[in-house]
Nanobody, 119 residues
Framework: QVQLVESGGGLVQAGGSRRLSCVAS????????MGWHRQAPGKQRELVAV???????IYADSVKGRFTISRDNAKNTVYLQMNSLKPEDTAVYYC?????????????WGQGTQVTVSS
């Protein structure tokens, strides 16, 4: 089992910045991909950004140039630096990871952290 705990959400004004963190804990695992998704009220959950263990990244078009995903493999932590925030970025942000336990891959999700961007 792997547990993910997000932090860093809150209220921020449009144009401002926020940094989200997510720590993975457990035993006998290694992590392949880590990422962030978000879900706004009345909308489906969508990918925001993902980063591989080697540092390769993918971003949603809506956040390219504004958000940066990074990770500290030694700490099993992934970060999402969000700059130039817009009201449409308001959502619950979920951390997820693809972990390898034994010979199998498992996907885990955090509980989510609310980010609200005021206009």
């Amino acid at each position: 089992q792997v547990q993910l705990v997000e932090s860093g959400g809150g209220l921020v004004q449009a144009g401002g910045s926020r940094r989200l963190s997510c720590v993975a804990s457990g035993s006998h695992f290694s992590i392949n991909y880590m990422g962030w998704h978000r879900q706004a009220p009345g909308k489906q959950r969508e990918l925001v950004a993902v980063i591989s263990s080697g540092g390769s990244t993918i971003y949603a078009d809506s956040v390219k140039g504004r958000f940066t995903i990074s990770r500290d493999n030694a700490k099993n932590t992934v970060y999402l630096q969000m700059n130039s925030l817009k009201p449409e970025d308001t959502a619950v942000y979920y951390c997820n990871c693809v972990a390898i336990i034994g010979l199998s891959e498992y996907t885990y999700w955090g509980q989510g952290t609310q980010v609200t961007v005021s206009s």
